[in-house]
């Protein structure tokens, strides 16, 4: 199965540098017509410049492609409506949207100010709500729509020092939760992607000899099978380095306790069985949990009639 992408329009956010850059490109070279955005500041978020988005619309252009690029701040969301705007009224429509667009201010928390929490959680988090928000009744109007959020494994487990990139990017995967229930029905498919790749936002914080193993393009191979056609809805894919994975939460069957047996100490001392992983499972939305609880409530009720 070949994955083209020919009459399709996508926005890659951060399309400028780095990983951003690299989908752009494979998206043109399979044939969709692109919207570079870039606000072209720099890693921290500090400036402004259309000099990188203005390169990688000269590479698709060179290559036969088309695209043009767009310097909205996507943490501004009339910024991100006049992308949208010129990219209607230059193609008519959008299906592929990538949030991609990133900024770090690595700090332990005793450390970071709360500028620097609330700025990061800005541009990954509202980034990516003012795009998607952008580009919604499109995809619904359109009855196709594929976007990508970026999350990353310091948001889904932690790493010192990002408490603000952390919480932002488990943050994108609750909105793809919420999302991919409320597209389902309009074909709007919308899912996460785990990267790990030698860019500027990594090239100090790993070995030169490990950042030569962690290309761009890897993560690329894997992006854009989140936003094809048969792509899958609520997938977290991580990829990195020629390595492909997924990540999923799952919740533990657990235990029931009736109204007389329910104390700290009874759950505590049931810890055990809380944790046993073996009938776990993905629920398929926050409702399932309450359904299963109450499951468990009425089926003690039953058996004491
Ligand atoms: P990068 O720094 O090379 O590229 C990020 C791009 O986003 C830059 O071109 C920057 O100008 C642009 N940008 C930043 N703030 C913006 C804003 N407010 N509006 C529009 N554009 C803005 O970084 P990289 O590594 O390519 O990161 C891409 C995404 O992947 C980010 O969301 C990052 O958090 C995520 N990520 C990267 C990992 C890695 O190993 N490189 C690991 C996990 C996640």
Redesign the pocket.
């Known amino acids: 199965m070949s994955i083209r992408f020919d009459g399709k329009v996508a926005i890659v956010?951060?399309?400028?540098?780095?990983?951003?850059?690299?989908h752009a490109l494979e998206l043109a070279a399979r044939g969709a017509k692109v919207v570079i955005?870039?606000?072209?500041?720099?890693?921290d978020?500090v400036g402004a410049s259309s000099a990188?988005?203005d390169g990688v619309v000269a590479e698709i252009q060179a290559a036969g492609g088309e695209a043009f690029a767009h310097?909205?701040?996507?943490?501004?969301f009339s910024e991100v409506e006049d992308m949208v705007a010129q990219a209607m009224a230059k193609w008519g429509r959008v299906d592929i949207l990538i949030?991609?667009?990133?900024?770090?201010r690595d700090k332990s928390f005793s450390k970071m100010s709360i500028d620097d929490f609330k700025l990061v959680m800005?541009?990954?988090v509202m980034?990516s709500v003012n795009c998607t928000k952008a580009v919604w009744e499109i995809m619904k109007q359109q009855g196709y729509g594929r976007i990508v959020m970026?999350?990353?494994?310091?948001g889904l487990y932690g790493n010192f020092g990002q408490a603000n990139?952390g919480a932002a990017?488990m943050a994108v995967v609750g909105l793809m939760n919420t999302l991919a229930i409320e597209g389902a029905k309009y074909n709007i498919h919308v899912n996460s992607?785990?990267?790990?790749?030698?860019?500027?936002?990594?090239e100090d914080i790993m070995p030169a000899e490990i950042l030569g193993m962690?290309v761009?393009e890897a993560?690329t191979a894997g992006a854009l099978t989140l936003c094809h056609d048969n792509a899958p809805s609520r997938f977290i894919l991580c990829a990195?380095g020629g390595g492909y994975a997924k990540s999923s939460i799952f919740e533990t069957d657990g235990i029931y306790l009736s109204p007389e047996e329910r104390s700290p100490e009874a759950v505590a001392g049931q810890w055990d069985d809380i944790c046993n992983t073996s009938n776990q499972a993905e629920l398929e939305s926050g409702f399932k949990q309450s359904e299963k609880f109450l499951l468990k409530a009425q089926a003690f009720v039953q058996g004491a009639k």
């Open positions: 956010t951060g399309a400028g540098n780095g990983l951003g850059r690299s955005n870039d606000l072209g500041g720099a890693r978020g990188a988005a310097g909205a701040n996507v943490a501004i949030n991609n667009a990133g900024i770090l800005d541009v990954h980034g970026t999350t990353s494994s310091s990139y990017k992607l785990a990267p790990t790749a030698a860019t500027r936002m990594t962690l761009p993560v990195g």
